[in-house]
């Protein structure tokens, strides 16, 4: 029979650690829901067609996450029923060995002493977030992100993986020797509030009523639209902070289930006095759960850079905008002016509102077209459900895998 060897307190500070990393994923999935959702009731044409593509990203991190809440959960309990076990099996032997002494007349042994109930709590976790984290502008520039992340969503994968690596490295070769459990840092920590000043839209669209407000009468007479209306106020409304608050949001999610994934996988090297197949199905699961959770946060990552790349496209687009609509101010100027002089001015203008008006045709078309560019950046998205999606899949995958072994 193989040799069994365990820690009544490591065991037990390593259910409490799995009972902490399930309410840690509840607060992540909360935290999901609050900042990665648009919920926005005044929605213009381009965060219309976003809103059902966040919900769908939304949907499969949340439930991916309370998939990795429920495996925790699940590794808990088996935890707790192990050395349940383990306590009941030694009681036995213990009250075994007590009437076999008696009997023999040797006197007898004080009755059995439950371990639980003298094991030392687990303490608190011994890293968190910074206290600048997440409120540092130089840590966080969402246009500079997108700039990078435009060219390929996981440029920035090696660099995270490898320093995830080297961080989990030293803080393995830190806790192996220790003789209880530690949790290695609060995930939830990093699940800071986004904050977002940026305001390109708003400003456009105050800017726009500025630049075109006096003479957009002219157009509509014209054109028989209101160009403020239909090319600015109406594809253009909503709250754009939300976006740029939603792409930190997922990074900061990545971030969480990383550290969540960190101490996972710090489990196995912590409990050095555990020997046996128990042991070993143990650490199995917990390497499994890891690997699924580091998976995950690499997602939402990538969700994070697709959306920067809808933060970029709005920050051209705003530019040009402007721009085209400053030309066309102009241009409705200088008619209005030309149709006020008798006469002359009637004749010149009657050329001038057909050439004029063909220009800013040509400029509303531009609109449009950088209109349109968000709305591919947005159409990006569903490739990040997918990866997502994916990643989902994958952790229930693991989380199958996990409790299929451990019950062998």
């Excluded at 990203?57 to 383990?86: K, N, P």
């Excluded at 669209?205 to 054109?223: F, H, M, N, P, T």
């Excluded at 402007?322 to 209005?336: D, P, V, Y």
């Amino acid at each position: 029979m193989a040799a069994v060897a365990v820690s009544y307190v490591q065991l037990s500070q390593a259910s409490t650690l799995l009972q902490r990393q399930r309410a840690h994923t509840d607060q992540m999935a909360t935290y999901l829901e609050s900042h990665c959702r648009l919920t926005a009731g005044d929605l213009g044409l381009v965060l219309r067609v976003m809103q059902p593509i966040t919900d769908l990203i939304t949907d499969a991190g949340a439930l991916a996450i309370r998939t990795v809440g429920q495996v925790s959960d699940w590794a808990a309990e088996t935890a707790t029923q192990t050395l349940d076990d383990y306590v009941r099996s030694d009681q036995e032997a213990y009250e075994a060995a007590r009437a076999l002494l008696a009997s023999l007349g040797g006197g007898s042994l004080p009755p059995f002493s439950d371990p639980r109930g003298s094991i030392p709590a687990l303490g608190g976790p011994t890293g968190s977030a910074d206290a600048g984290y997440g409120n540092d502008p130089s840590e966080y520039n969402g246009l500079a992100d997108a700039i990078v992340t435009s060219g390929n969503v996981l440029g920035s994968g090696y660099d995270l993986i490898s320093g995830t690596v080297e961080t989990a490295v030293d803080r393995l070769s830190t806790l192996t020797s220790r003789g209880g459990v530690e949790e290695r840092t609060d995930p939830t920590s990093y699940l800071v509030t986004p904050s977002s000043d940026v305001n390109m839209m708003e400003d456009l669209r105050w800017k726009a009523g500025l630049i075109l407000g006096s003479v957009d009468y002219v157009a509509e007479l014209i054109l028989g639209f209101s160009i403020l209306q239909e090319y600015v106020y109406k594809p253009l409304a909503g709250d754009w902070k939300r976006i740029d608050g939603a792409s930190q949001a997922w990074t900061h999610e990545g971030r969480a289930m990383m550290e969540l994934a960190s101490n996972f996988s710090g489990l196995p090297g912590q409990m050095d006095q555990w020997e046996g197949e128990a042991s070993l199905r143990f650490g199995a699961t917990a390497g499994l759960v890891s690997g699924g959770a580091v998976g995950l946060s690499y997602a939402f990552d990538a969700i994070s850079g697709l959306i920067d790349k809808v933060a970029l496209a709005s920050n051209l687009a705003a530019s040009g905008i402007g721009a085209a609509l400053q030309w066309i101010a102009n241009k409705l100027t200088r008619l209005l002016i030309e149709s006020s002089i008798p006469v002359a001015g009637w004749i010149v203008a009657g050329v001038e509102i057909i050439e004029g008006m063909q220009k800013v045709m040509f400029y509303l078309r531009l609109i449009n077209t950088l209109i349109t560019a968000i709305l591919d950046a947005i159409s990006d998205m569903v490739a990040g459900r997918e990866k997502l999606v994916q990643a989902a899949a994958i952790v229930e995958d693991l989380a199958n895998a996990a409790v299929t072994k451990a019950v062998r």
